[in-house]
């Protein structure tokens, strides 16, 4: 039986977007609070390993506006792939802590699943706000990974204002595809 790629991409879509819905339920205040320190003790345990992994982040931490911590789950069939994630952001120009849940959706070339937090530190107050209040991104690019070591390639300049780090935790991934991944606010 042949594949249908059309099929294949609704699936994927689907997978998507279903994996979004468990954030959907409406969280007791005990609930949320819980949730928020979870993610508040990984957002500060990743800038730890961060620190000792890249002592040259040290520097353009300090001289940041803020930061946004990731942690991502993606997986890739050989057509489509969806990740999603929940994150920390960090403002400290206001000392103040807020919440994102991540969704990603990709069409092209690969296979493999990974784990990984993303770390992106702001330099630019206006991008922060903005990634703060939910965005959408759009990319080419590709991507290789195994176990802890990754590279990655984008098609697309990176925009001043930021730079963003990756730590792997595992798995193995080998990806060429369009990319598109959404941000919004949670636990608010």
């Known amino acids: 039986m042949k594949a249908n790629w059309t099929s294949i991409a609704v699936a994927g879509l689907l997978v998507a977007l279903v994996a979004g819905l468990p954030g959907c339920a409406t969280l007791s205040v005990e609930e949320r609070d819980a949730r928020r320190a979870e993610l508040d003790a990984m957002a500060d345990t990743t800038v730890e390993t961060l620190l000792e992994t890249k002592p040259q982040s040290r520097e353009v ?25 929940l994150g920390v952001v960090v403002d400290r120009r206001t000392n103040t802590r807020s919440y994102l849940k991540v969704s990603r959706f990709e069409i092209g070339g690969g296979l493999g699943a990974q784990k990984f937090k993303a770390i992106i530190v702001f330099d630019d107050g206006k991008l922060l706000d903005r990634a703060a209040a939910g965005t959408w991104r759009y990319d080419a690019g590709a991507e290789l990974a195994a176990g802890s070591a990754s590279s990655d390639g984008s098609m697309q300049a990176a925009p001043k204002g930021f730079q963003a780090y990756r730590l792997v935790e595992g798995g193995a991934l080998a990806t060429v595809t369009v990319r598109v991944a959404r941000a919004r606010p949670y636990l608010d």
């Open 61 to 85: 931490l300090e001289r940041s506006v803020g930061y946004i911590v990731i942690d991502m789950k993606v997986t890739k069939i050989p057509v489509v792939g969806a990740g999603s994630g």
